[in-house]
């Protein structure tokens, strides 16, 4: 299996997510132009942010489960994929390098979701 | 007396004069691409900041030289106008990849109540991108507003110390 490196995601990009986030768009669209390094950093990047606003939106009552939970749970996502590995195999920094359209499906559900909670913490803010 | 210098980087506008004309009270100089003032901060320290308008082709400006002496980079763009963070994205690019200086990358917007989302998330200290890198917002005809982007810059600095 090849390495998958950290640190590959330009500086740019980084931005641009922000400015898709911060506008309340899903930012899964983007992923499809990129490299599979660079979704894997997406995904680090986001999930990041998303536990940031959660902290300064929730404090002390933040849960990553309340963004996890929106997640479609791993023995579904692989039987709607017809994926007969481990649940253990199922993750999408792993998966991508040897089932890529599988791995890409799942990071970009799971960005979607990150969007979604960014979108919330940021408007249900008092 | 020390002198800290910094420099701010926006795409084709007013973007960059105004932010500079703003933290600096008075504009020393200005012509088409840049732009310069000065920031006394107290009678042993002042902040020299100049302005870089990117006209068009981003190697014509040497980097390279400009560089060494900076103590970071102040980079604007225009929150409302992803126009204006595309033209300024290969720069971001250069900077991130050759120069190792904080670096604030600021959306910049006409009034506070532009900015979408509350100052808790971003204004204390930014937005984390890489180490040494942060986003916030401003703007950027504020004293108060650009003035607390220099703060954050300054901050990530003295963090270094």
């Avoid at chain 2, 190792?100 to 808790?120: E, R």
Wanted: net charge negative.
């Amino acid at each position: 299996m090849k390495d998958i490196k950290n640190g590959s995601l330009k500086l740019s990009s980084k931005v641009h997510l922000l400015y898709h986030l911060f506008h309340g768009d899903k930012v899964s669209s983007m992923i499809d132009n990129l490299e599979t390094n660079e979704i894997v950093d997406v995904q680090k990047f986001v999930w990041e942010k998303t536990v940031e606003f959660g902290l300064v939106s929730r404090g002390k009552h933040f849960d990553r489960k309340e963004i996890t939970r929106k997640m479609t749970p791993t023995p579904i996502f692989q039987k709607q994929n017809g994926c007969t590995q481990p649940a253990y195999h199922c993750k999408g920094t792993e998966c991508i390098e040897i089932h890529e359209e599988c791995g890409r499906k799942k990071i970009k559900e799971h960005v979607d979701v990150m969007s979604e909670s960014i979108w919330d913490y940021i408007n249900k803010y008092v | 007396m020390r002198i800290g210098e910094l420099l701010v980087v926006s795409p084709p506008g007013k973007l960059c004069e105004q932010f500079i004309a703003s933290v600096c009270d008075v504009l020393e100089q200005k012509n088409d691409e840049t732009c310069y003032g000065r920031m006394p901060v107290n009678d042993e320290l002042a902040v020299h900041i100049y302005g870089v308008q990117l006209n068009g082709n981003i190697d014509a400006v040497s980097w390279d030289l400009i560089s060494p002496k900076l103590l970071g980079y102040i980079l604007l763009f225009d929150w409302d106008d992803a126009d204006s963070l595309e033209k300024l994205s290969p720069t971001l690019d250069i900077f991130s990849a050759q120069f190792h200086a904080p670096l604030m990358i600021v959306g910049c917007v006409k009034n506070t109540t532009k900015i979408p989302m509350s100052p808790d998330f971003y204004e204390v200290a930014g937005i984390p991108i890489e180490k040494e890198t942060r986003f916030s917002f401003c703007t950027a005809t504020d004293p108060i507003s650009a003035r607390k982007i220099v703060a954050t810059l300054i901050d990530i600095l003295l963090e270094k110390v």
